[in-house]
T-cell receptor, first 116, second 115 residues
């Protein structure tokens, strides 16, 4: 079974609107962390936001927020007030603490296109 | 404080040649991870190294691929006798340790193209 599932291969949004990118995960480990990365066309991986499984509040970083629904095992990324520079691939990833190492499992990504 | 440095950014090899990819972790980081990204896929873990030790190579193909992280110098991912299927982006990431780590710091990747 897929550990990280991103069901949206592509999303379109108009500038200044909000957009939600979906991510569901599968783990039996009670302790885990969820990450979102942005990969622009230049190729680098840019860390956006992190949510720990025991965090009481949803993570926020500027225009990025993580809608964490633990019972549903979902960790959707919300980007408010989209900008043209937000056009990129977005990857959801998970680290299971019992894996012992800092290895991340990535989803297949969602391509976000922001139009003027 | 320089980030994770990978070189070269682009590498072209013919089938059967060797590819060497370099990664210098962030200053103070002693843990290095290599990931591979095939076209239209997410990153897949290959190998995790600490200085002079391979900790986990469960994601690395058994043949033709090897990795090292010597006491001095960058980490090297080596692919011998490359084939077209090795064409991918190879990312290196580093962290200061495993305890309390919240994120990995990624390099910009090396795009390997095999002709």
């Amino acid at each position: 079974a897929q550990k990280i599932t991103q069901t949206q291969p592509g999303m379109f949004v108009q500038e200044k609107e909000a957009v939600t990118l979906d991510c569901t995960y599968d783990t039996s480990d009670p302790s885990y962390g969820l990450f979102w990365y942005k990969q622009p066309s230049s190729g680098e991986m840019i860390f956006l936001i992190y949510q720990g499984s025991y965090d009481q509040q949803n993570a926020t970083e500027g225009r990025y927020s993580l809608n964490f629904q633990k019972a549903r095992k979902s960790a959707n990324l919300v980007i408010s007030a989209s900008q043209l520079g937000d056009s990129a691939m977005y990857f959801c990833a998970m680290k299971e603490e019992n894996s012992g190492y800092s290895t991340l499992t990535f989803g297949k990504g969602t391509m976000l296109l922001v139009s003027p | 404080n320089a980030g994770v440095m990978q070189n070269p950014r682009h590498l072209v090899r013919r089938r059967g040649q060797e590819a060497r990819l370099r990664c210098s972790p962030m200053k103070g980081h002693s843990h290095v991870y290599w990931y591979r990204q095939l076209p239209e896929e997410g990153l897949k873990f290959m190998v995790y190294l600490q200085k002079e030790n391979i900790i986990d190579e469960s994601g690395m193909p058994k043949e033709r691929f090897s990795a090292e992280f010597p006491k001095e110098g960058p980490s090297i991912l080596r692919i011998q006798q490359v084939v077209r299927g090795d064409s991918a982006a190879y990312f290196c990431a580093s962290s200061p340790g495993t305890v309390g780590m919240r994120e990995l710091f990624f390099g910009s990747g090396t795009q390997l193209s095999v002709l």
